[in-house]
Every structure is written in structure tokens, then in C-alpha cells.
């Protein structure tokens, strides 16, 4: 059987659904008194709407701006989080911010990098495999 005829054999919404993985936040724990952190899900991003949100690191010359970075990151984390839900409007206004974004530099602080990238790696950037092919070239 070719790769054609397994893929019609594949149910077509599959390819739709976002992958969801349970990481832990020690700075959550901070807040909450949970000792160890406390557990948040994270949802794969779309790759075109990731591609957009990391595109706005760099400047309109196409030099990386560490400070795009941080903000791009947190999009990714207030966008991906699932749980808590960051864009919850009572848990934004309870925090006094304006931006699902905001509410996540708020509850994540430094870990906004690390969420990030775990949402990068759960969305498939940097997993493609090598063929033997073409690790011996």
C-alpha cells in the first residue's frame, strides 16, 4: 500500500486537531500556594498563525528584536494556554489587565519564555527526522 492509498484511509478531521500537552508553573504555584507548581494546558498552534506570531520578532528589515521576542512569546502563551483560560475577561479584569497577553507577562512572568517554547516544540517546529539519505549526504 503507497502513502496515497493509507491517507485515504485516514479520517480527514484528524489533520484539524490541535495536539494538547499538561506542563507545570512554578510561578502559578507561587501565587496559589500550590507547593510544585500548578498544572496549565498548552494547545499546538496553527503552523500558519505560529509562523505569524514569530514573524514578529524581527523588525521590518528582517533583524531579530529581543524585544518583539518577549512580546511574541507571550501572544504564544496567552494564545495557547488553555487552562487557565487567559482570556477569560473576569480573570483579566481580577488581575487588572487589559490583554489576554497581559494576563499571561502577569501570571508567567520569567516562564514565558520557557511556556513558549514548549508550545513551539508541541506544534511541530523542529521535529521534522532526517532519512538515512540525507544524513549521509
Known amino acids: 500500500m ?12 484528524k489533520a484539524d486537531e490541535l495536539k494538547t ?5 512554578k510561578r502559578l504555584g507561587e501565587l496559589t500556594g500550590a507547593k510544585g507548581g500548578e498544572e496549565i494546558t498548552i494547545r499546538e ?25 518577549f512580546d511574541a512569546k507571550a501572544l504564544a502563551v496567552a494564545e495557547a494556554v488553555t487552562e487557565p483560560d487567559l482570556k477569560d475577561k473576569s480573570l483579566q479584569e481580577h488581575f487588572g489587565c487589559p490583554s489576554s497577553k497581559d494576563l499571561a507577562i502577569k501570571l508567567f512572568g520569567n516562564e514565558i519564555s520557557g511556556i513558549s517554547d514548549r508550545i513551539v516544540t508541541l506544534s511541530g517546529l523542529g521535529e521534522v527526522e532526517e532519512t538515512d539519505a540525507e544524513i549521509k549526504n
Open 2 to 13: 503507497n502513502l496515497v492509498e493509507k491517507l485515504l484511509k485516514v479520517d480527514s478531521k
Open 21 to 25: 500537552e499538561k506542563i507545570v508553573s
Open 45 to 69: 498552534i496553527p503552523a500558519r498563525r505560529l509562523n505569524d506570531l514569530l514573524a514578529r520578532q524581527y523588525t521590518a528589515k528582517g533583524v531579530f528584536d529581543m524585544s518583539r521576542s
